[in-house]
């Protein structure tokens, strides 16, 4: 690893990587610090009732936080998941410039229970994000949590962490889960257009999907496996209800990065929804081109280490649509080997393409 005058990390073969998605951990103790005392017991309350759901239920929550417990990867327990200088250290020792990083706490799961206080919570929750930050704004992209409760506090809050710089924001990937109407419905309206104004993309993390809770239950294996494969290919509902209820024709300028959902499949769903109406007469009037060119026009899809997706599906999927991430820390995680994958994964692969896929992308999407 070397750096450049301008400060930007550079792997051992001269080559600048992106992750668009990395996690970091922060504790409910640093949110209320952030937040008056009054609303504390709003917001202990609103949280505790979450937990105690998710550990009372055999959720798809509750699978995949304990699946990190039992298989954790070496990263898990590094100061790095916590602490932004030991992130940075990590970062250098991986090869890795810039990181865009998600919250492990999904606070918009809760805060929109709150009886008062909800907008000053959020604010205290995002102000964690900004410190942690704040000790390399350029290296360290914070994706600011929105959320869907209120929509004047959403773009109230969308307003407010662009006004501080922010880079990139994160919506739940599935609204209905936490009782509201999808993303087609005319509330959103005003938020719509606020997130274009700024430019920032929206983040949909994928991860937890209470749709697939009644499958956990019916999954006979020990490690609900079934449903764990099922949690990306489930991203195939959110994609389609932005692309074929006709949201992205009336709000052309959305970014949106759906994390980790993997690529392979997303060859196929784009044929499909095309073939829909080519072949198969589908008919929707709220569209002016092919289903796929609001995909390819307005979203982007990240993946850690898929090389057969690279090599046979990059043209289908789009190479301006992929992304590369570490997933730092989580089980599958490429730290601290991540030039090693990148090598073997992009091996034969032109280096322009590459280079999108690793670094360029990104770019352009976080206007890095």
Same mark, same amino acid.
């Given at each position: 690893? +070397? ?10 073969? %001269?080559?600048? @990587?992106?992750?668009?998605? *990395?996690? !970091? &951990? ?56 916590? +602490? ?10 991986? %090869?890795?410039? @810039?990181?865009?990083?998600? *919250?492990? !706490? &999904? ?262």
């Amino acid at each position: 690893m +070397t750096i450049t005058e301008s400060n930007i990390v550079l792997n051992r073969t %001269g080559e600048r @990587i992106i992750s668009a998605d *990395s996690h !970091v &951990s922060i504790s409910q103790d640093q949110v209320k610090a952030n937040l008056d005392p009054k609303f504390h017991p709003d917001y202990d309350k609103a949280q505790q009732a979450f937990a105690a759901r998710v550990a009372a239920n055999m959720s798809s929550a509750k699978v995949n936080a304990d699946a990190m417990k039992r298989n954790p990867h070496a990263a898990f327990t590094r100061p790095g998941y916590h +602490t932004a200088s030991d992130r940075l250290a990590d970062m250098d020792a991986d %090869g890795v410039d @810039i990181e865009v990083i998600y *919250s492990e !706490v &999904s606070a918009f799961r809760y805060i929109g229970d709150m009886t008062r206080g909800a907008a000053e919570a959020t604010r205290a929750f995002n102000d964690v994000l900004s410190q942690f930050a704040s000790a390399d704004p350029r290296r360290l992209v914070v994706s600011y949590q929105i959320p869907i409760h209120d929509i004047d506090v959403a773009v109230a809050e969308v307003q407010r962490v662009a006004a501080m710089g922010a880079k990139s924001l994160q919506i739940p990937v599935f609204p209905t889960e936490l009782g509201q109407p999808d993303y087609f419905d005319d509330r959103y309206a005003p938020l719509w257009s606020a997130v274009q104004e700024t430019g920032l993309p929206m983040c949909c993390h994928i991860g937890i999907n209470t749709n697939l809770d009644e499958l956990t239950r019916r999954d006979p294996t020990p490690q609900k496996g079934i449903m764990v494969t099922m949690t990306a290919l489930s991203t195939a509902e959110a994609l389609g209800m932005w692309i074929l209820t006709g949201t992205l024709e009336k709000f052309p300028d959305l970014k949106l990065v759906f994390v980790e959902p993997g690529i392979g499949w997303i060859a196929y769903y784009l044929d499909l929804i095309d073939d829909m109406v080519v072949r198969q007469g589908y008919v929707y009037d709220n569209l002016t081109e092919l289903p796929s060119f609001y995909f390819r026009r307005n979203m982007w899809t990240t993946f850690i280490d898929e090389p057969r997706s690279i090599e046979a599906l990059r043209y289908d999927v789009g190479v301006d649509n992929i992304m590369w991430s570490t997933d730092f820390p989580h089980p599958v995680t490429s730290w601290p080997d991540s030039q090693d994958l990148i090598e073997r994964a992009f091996t034969g692969i032109p280096a322009d393409e590459k280079r999108k896929i690793v670094c360029d992308n990104a770019v352009r999407v976080w206007n890095l």
